[in-house]
């Protein structure tokens, strides 16, 4: 059984920091094989591709309104998405999710997620 379990989420004031986590279980293959990536899903919008990182790590993909404030990593257990200098309109549930493919940009190219982890910013 594949999961994926988000942490870090909160209420933070605009400028604050906050880093999400997301642990990766159960995968039919070591998770180097597959890209990840962090969505949101603002209230009314549709989810939108943040960061996202293939295989090698040389490559991600950044939300244009995010570069230079969010940084996305990855290690043998799971994905991280470091998040500098808050907006409101960061104000999201942000979604970890994995992809056996080689496109990871927008929700359609991923195949698993988790269940989100609310990010609130306040001016």
């Known amino acids: 059984q594949v999961q994926l379990v988000e942490s870090g989420g909160g209420s933070v004031q605009t400028g604050a920091s906050l880093k999400l986590s997301c642990k990766v279980s159960?995968?039919?293959?070591?998770?180097?094989?597959?890209?990840m990536g962090w969505l949101r899903q603002a209230p009314g919008l549709e989810r939108v591709g943040v960061a996202g990182?293939?295989?090698?790590?040389?490559s991600a993909y950044y939300l244009e309104s995010v570069k230079g404030r969010f940084a996305i990593s990855r290690d043998r257990e799971g994905v991280y998405l470091q998040m500098n200098n808050l907006e409101p309109d960061d104000t999201a549930v942000y979604y970890c999710?994995?992809?056996?493919?080689?496109?990871?940009?927008?929700?359609?190219?991923?195949?698993?997620w988790g269940q989100g982890t609310q990010v609130t910013v306040s001016s």
């Open positions: 999710a994995v992809t056996q493919g080689w496109r990871f940009q927008d929700p359609q190219d991923y195949d698993y």
């Open positions: 990182m293939g295989v090698t790590d040389d």
């Open positions: 159960g995968l039919p293959l070591s998770l180097d094989h597959y890209a």
